[in-house]
């Protein structure tokens, strides 16, 4: 079984923000692939993630979505893991990522946070950086001196325009995740 799991910011104050890049991501696979977000996991009562399972690419996937903020998904994530009996390299987090220029992708199995702090939860609550992410690029030249008003903020209007061809390319990324899981290749487009 693979899990993907699309970070941001719950509630409809920060659903359309750059900070909720990775949530995009997740809803969009889930509206692609048909499936229903449950509150719980079978058996088991998750309150801090929204799921959904499926099968795709001949394997068992399951979409997430923390219902904690940012800062704290590590929680949700750990949790996913230990009751799906998964490991951290079975795992991809989507985030958002203010040193890619807008609508650049970059696909790596391990590494740092980057600055991160959704992601910096995820590693530090794991207790490793080997963590599969998919980093979406949010940034803008030059970067504002407030990124925490940034990266909660909308997207500006050119990037609305684009924002949905981004998204369906970092969910075909997810795609050739699943299909390449355990890969260690770095790849950015």
Not at 51 to 78: D, E, I, W
Not at 83 to 88: K, N, S
Not at 151 to 169: C, D, K
Request: aromatic share 4%.
């Amino acid at each position: 079984m693979k899990l993907i799991v699309g970070l941001g910011n719950p509630g409809p104050a920060y659903a359309r923000t750059r900070h909720n890049a990775g949530a995009m991501v997740v809803a969009a696979l889930a509206a692609q692939w048909r499936v229903t977000w449950q509150r719980g996991l079978t058996g088991w009562r998750l309150s801090a993630a929204l799921s959904a399972p499926v099968a795709r690419q001949g394997q068992s996937v399951r979409l997430a979505r923390p219902r904690t903020f940012m800062n704290a998904s590590g929680v949700a994530v750990r949790r996913l893991l230990r009751h799906l009996r998964l490991t951290p390299e079975d795992c991809l987090i989507i985030c958002d990522d203010v040193n890619l220029p807008f609508g650049r992708l970059r696909l790596r199995a391990a590494g740092s946070a980057g600055g991160h702090r959704g992601l910096a939860s995820v590693l530090d609550t794991l207790g490793t950086e080997a963590v599969p992410r998919l980093r979406i690029g949010v940034g803008a030249a030059p970067l504002p001196k407030d990124l925490s008003d940034y990266v909660l903020g909308p997207f500006a209007p050119s990037q609305q325009a684009r924002l949905r061809e981004v998204i369906a390319r970092a969910a075909e990324a997810c795609e050739t995740w699943v299909r390449q899981a355990g890969s260690t290749a770095t790849t950015t487009r």
